[in-house]
């Protein structure tokens, strides 16, 4: 489980609060961080969002989790989930926010491996000379590369999101083998593929 990371602030956006963690995480000493206004902890490219959901906060509106990207003492970027509240004073007037916050690290970088992996995958997928195209197991139509669309004469851009992968190859609708893959329904193979097919090795 990710460590919490909480701090709040006063109705001005100033810190008043910074919790061992947070402290520990950004490198800075009690003395140095009180009194500075968050924007100041806070990656210049999220200034106006963290601005603007703070003055949105301080009207009342309740405010989603979001994320932002904090700079440590030593310049150091990382990113950090935060659920905040607003405290209300006794006249049930907004007077500040608190908030806890998750360190997402880890998640942020698989996020960027999956989609590398993914944009190697359709650079592959659209470099090779064989006519290709994959469907997701919604039977819609995920890749559909250059060699395809030459061979088809149908672009990615008019058949992506949508089931009419057959149009390539059949006159009229019917499942491609890709089709009956996807939902494992192997005996339907011999009712459209009979002596066309056999089963791999592997």
């Known amino acids: 489980q990710a460590e919490k990371r909480g701090r709040e602030l006063d109705k001005k956006g100033c810190l008043t609060y910074i ?100 944009q190697q995958l359709h650079r592959i997928i659209n470099g090779s000379p064989i006519p290709t195209f994959v469907v997701g197991k919604d039977h819609r139509v995920i890749y559909w590369n250059k060699a395809l669309e030459e061979m088809s004469r149908i672009r990615f851009e008019d058949i992506a999101g949508t089931g009419e992968h057959w149009r390539a190859f059949y006159c009229k609708k019917r499942p491609c083998i890709a089709d009956i893959l996807v939902d494992e329904n192997f005996d339907r193979m011999d009712d459209w593929y009979a002596g066309k097919y056999i089963r791999s090795r592997l």
Request: with cysteine; hydrophobic share 30%.
């Open 19 to 118: 919790n061992p963690t947070l402290e520990r995480t950004l490198g800075y000493a009690s003395d140095e961080w009180k009194g500075k206004a968050f924007t100041q902890l806070v990656d210049p490219g999220c200034f106006g969002l963290v601005k603007d959901l703070f003055k949105r906060a301080m009207k009342g509106e309740s405010i989603p989790v979001y994320e932002v990207y904090l700079l440590s003492k030593d310049g150091k970027r990382f990113p950090v989930e935060f659920n905040v509240v607003t405290i209300y004073d006794s006249k049930g007037k907004p007077a500040g926010r608190y908030g806890v916050g998750r360190d997402v690290t880890d998640r942020k970088r698989a996020e960027d491996v999956l989609r590398e992996s993914e």
